[in-house]
């Protein structure tokens, strides 16, 4: 049976807003466990060196005390091989001190007040190193990344001469753009329950791999997979931080498995900055060039990102792949590489890669536009790419132009006057700004299971997470249409590794990669109900075709006659019917380039005196493939966007120099959008039904509305004030002049 299309693309209200709002959905630290004890980190104070030792009478002799887990007692963990989620250290695993507030104690209590209190008795003595804290210090020591993107691909590529074709160009640009280091601040910490069963190990975790986790504490406590069970099923936010496993989760098990209990260990806001990554800093340096009629000739992104020291891993922020394909120009050569600091491990942030890198090529884009006195939009339409220029492949869809167009409409940019600080309403400057913006389309294998009930219900299961994005409604509207039943006679499991698997809800992967398997099990599911009418001996569709059978409502329709599902298996004596199917990518990456396209268009107001800068409107189009729910697509545009608006004015994570240690690890210093920053914010989702990317169209929007904002808003600065800031956040400092 085929998708009707009655429910996908509805607004429907999501399935889980009543248990959230009336407080009933459970988080991973709100699981009640009997006999739960607490446990607290305790970090290093210093930036590098390493441990002398431990003074820890005080605290072990506090009441309620149970275990100080050191790298003296800790025990040998197995290192992580082939777990591509986990985060090998610092794991208690020797003395060595890597960046400061660093992991260096677990202290085990009855109660949380106890093992805090515990916590902060504990003495240790350090040898101190010498402490590298200043990136541009060391941008001559940056080296090539040996994993880039897990080595699928090199970090570098080059096609043409860019080099030789930049000193023709009449029109050049050569510049250097600064993005910082961010933290992603979901609302819900990072928090773990574990418990032992013998040597069966069960975990209430926050994750956006169920199916990661479970491999990372199978592996480091050389235990079988299936002894392993995660539990998650509601996910306070992650923005790319629990996509990892992090040492957290390793030690909550670490301390059960110590003190034979049941152990609760949750992060304290300001341990968010120090334990589960974040977006490193960028220096990034472009040289545009360009014939007098705007058409580029040469483009050069070299993309050097903050790191930790290589022991603790690689993480490499893909700043220019986007410069790769986004236009068509002859010769490009991008580079990435890294500079090891005394810091934690970065990690993925929403948009890793395109969200830091197109603000530089977009903001670039925009000075060339100004250069050449060129629109900016037309500008871009003269560089329009129509297949990818870096892979040679056609794009399995691209409805940018489309967004260029609905966009700049319902932003009334052909009123724009192009000179800066031509615009004005009295004494307030006014400044637009546009950019364009790209994420690709990824898709993993995941595997979803349908059951249909005697009662004519249906569960579909599946071990993926839904981060408050909507994967239950979504993914129930899917089986509502592929099975033709009302929503309200599904239910749809996940967050659970007892489940079918799913691959890490990262990469706006989630909906590519499960919903296609979801409507695949569901249309397996619909085969068995056929296969088991024809073959009923009371049915008399013997002879028939699967083809001239319908299932919808409950019922097997054939052109006689109907049959209930009920009494179906009734008769045959079957509680339920089910399938099962892995679904997985085919040989679309292979024929085409992935990618979701969108075009975002921001209003600026400075003060002229004070250099105040507020956005007062934003317009973002988007080609995100097919729309699975109305309401939640448009929640997440919005989300991006604001996203992008903290990345662009405000959020900067600020390291001393001298120690390394993180000054502002708190949501009062370190500033993100509140209501009075956000303006009002028009969201279009240009039409683009294809199924070249998979088999239902979708290509994912989680990152895409964030990308190309900051740019929109620098470039907008630039046109309200005449100040070019080539960094972000834009501070009121850098637009007085």
């Given at each position: 049976?085929?998708?009707n299309?009655a ?13 959230k709002?009336?407080g009933s ?6 699981f009640?466990v009997p ?5 607290v980190?305790v970090?290093g ?10 003074d820890l ?8 005390v149970l275990?100080?887990?050191t790298?003296d007692?800790?025990g040998?963990?197995?290192?992580p ?7 090998a ?6 003395h060595?001190i890597?960046?400061?507030g660093?992991h260096?104690a677990?202290v085990?209590a ?10 902060a008795?504990v ?7 010498e402490v ?5 210090a060391?941008?001559g020591q940056a ?7 897990s080595g ?5 590529s080059?096609?043409?001469d860019s080099?030789g ?7 050049k640009?050569?510049?250097t753009?600064v993005?910082p280091?961010e933290h992603?601040?979901p609302?819900?910490p990072?928090?773990t ?5 013998g040597?069966k190990?069960t ?11 479970q491999n990372t ?8 997979k299936?002894?392993v069970r ?5 996910v306070g ?14 030690f909550a ?5 110590m003190?034979r ?13 120090t ?10 340096k ?9 058409k ?7 993309g050097?990102?903050?790191?930790s020291?290589?022991?603790?891993g690689?993480?490499v922020?893909?700043?220019a ?7 068509a120009?002859p010769n490009v ?5 890294l ?7 970065p ?6 890669g ?6 530089a090529l ?12 060129m629109?900016p ?5 003269r560089?329009y ?22 966009g700049a409409?319902?932003f009334g940019?052909d009123k ?5 600080r031509?615009m ?6 006014v400044?637009?700004?546009?950019a364009t ?12 299971r ?19 994005t909507?994967?239950?409604?979504v993914?129930?509207?899917?089986a509502a249409?592929?099975?033709?039943i ?5 239910r ?19 909906v ?5 398997a979801?409507a695949?099990a569901c ?12 073959a ?6 013997h ?5 001239v059978l319908?299932?919808r409502?409950g ?9 209930s ?9 079957q509680?339920?019917?089910?399938a099962t199917?892995?679904?997985a990518?085919?040989?679309?990456k292979?024929?085409?380039?992935l990618?979701a ?12 005196d ?21 309401k939640?697509?448009r ?7 604001t996203?992008?608006?903290g990345m ?20 009062s ?7 009075a920053?956000?303006?009002?914010i028009?969201t279009?989702i ?11 169209g979708?290509?994912g ?5 964030m990308?190309g ?10 046109h ?18």
């Open positions: 049976m085929a998708m299309g429910m996908i693309g509805k607004p429907i209200n999501r399935i889980d807003g009543r248990l709002v009336t959905a459970k988080y991973a630290a709100e009640a006999g739960v004890v607490h446990a980190l970090e104070t210093i930036g590098a060196g390493s441990i002398a030792g431990f009478a005080e605290a072990q002799g506090m009441p309620g275990a100080i887990i790298p007692n800790a040998k963990l197995e290192s091989k082939n777990m591509p989620q986990a985060v250290g610092p794991l208690l695993q020797n060595d890597l960046y400061n660093q260096v677990v085990v009855e109660t949380l007040q106890q093992a805090q209190a515990a916590g008795r003495r240790v003595h350090y040898n101190n190193g590298a804290t200043s990136m541009d060391l941008l080296y090539v990344p040996k994993h880039f993107r699928q691909r090199p970090p570098d080059n096609r043409g080099e074709a930049f000193s023709t160009g009449a029109v640009l050569d510049t753009y993005t280091l992603h601040n609302m819900e990072h928090a329950i574990a418990a032992w069963n040597n190990l975990v209430w975790t926050a994750t956006q791999g169920i199916s990661g986790a504490l199978a592996g480091q406590f050389g235990l079988d299936a002894d995660v539990i998650d099923p509601y936010g992650g923005f790319g931080c629990k996509g990892n496993t992090w040492p957290p989760a390793t098990a670490l301390a059960a498995r003190v209990r049941p152990v609760k260990l949750v992060l304290s806001r300001a341990q968010m900055f334990s589960n990554g974040y977006r490193p800093r960028t220096v990034q472009l040289k545009l060039a360009a014939d007098n009629d705007g580029l000739l040469s483009m050069r992104h070299d050097f990102s903050s790191m020291q290589p022991v603790l690689e993480f922020e893909p700043v792949l986007a410069t790769e394909m986004l236009y120009c050569a991008i580079t990435h590489r500079v090891a600091l005394n810091a934690p491990l990690t993925y942030m929403r948009a890793p395109e969200s830091s890198g197109v603000y977009e903001s670039a884009m925009d000075e060339m536009a100004v250069a050449l006195k629109d939009i037309e500008f871009r339409l560089n790419a129509e297949t990818d220029p870096h892979e040679n492949k056609p794009f399995a869809s691209k409805a940018l132009r489309a967004c260029y167009q609905q409409a319902a940019w724009r006057t192009p000179e800066p031509s004005r309403d009295g004494h307030v400057l400044g637009w700004g546009f913006s790209t994420y690709p389309t990824n898709r993993q294998p995941a595997t979803v349908a059951r249909m009930n005697r009662d004519g219900s249906v569960v579909v299961q599946s071990g993926t997470q839904d981060l408050g909507g994967t239950y409604t993914m129930t509207q899917v249409d592929t099975l033709g009302p929503i309200q006679r599904i749809f499991e996940l967050g659970d590794s007892v489940l079918p698997p799913a691959p890490v809800s990262g990469g706006s992967s989630t590519p990669s499960v919903a296609p979801v695949a249309k397996g599911l619909l085969a068995k109900i056929k296969d088991l009418a024809i009923d001996p009371s049915g008399g569709w002879n028939q075709s699967p083809d319908q299932v409502d019922l097997v329709i054939g052109p006689d006659r109907r049959v599902i009920t009494s179906l298996l009734e008769r045959h004596n509680p339920f019917i089910e199917v892995k679904g990518p085919g040989d679309e292979k024929q085409y380039s990618h396209f969108g075009a975002q268009f921001a209003e600026v107001r400075v003060d002229a004070l250099g105040t800068i507020r956005v007062t409107r934003f317009v973002g189009a988007f080609d995100g493939g097919r729309i699975l729910n109305a939640t697509a929640s997440q545009l919005i989300g991006g966007i996203f992008g608006i662009a004015l405000l959020e900067e994570t600020l390291v001393d120099g001298e120690t390394g240690r993180i000054v502002n690890p708190n949501v210093e370190y500033l993100m959008p509140v209501n920053d956000v303006p009002d028009q279009i240009v039409q683009n039904d294809e199924t070249r990317s998979n088999p239902l979708v290509k929007i989680g990152e895409l509305p990308v904002v900051a740019a929109a808003i620098a470039n907008a600065v630039y309200a004030t005449g100040v070019r800031v080539r960094k972000v956040p834009i501070r009121i400092e850098d637009v007085l002049v």
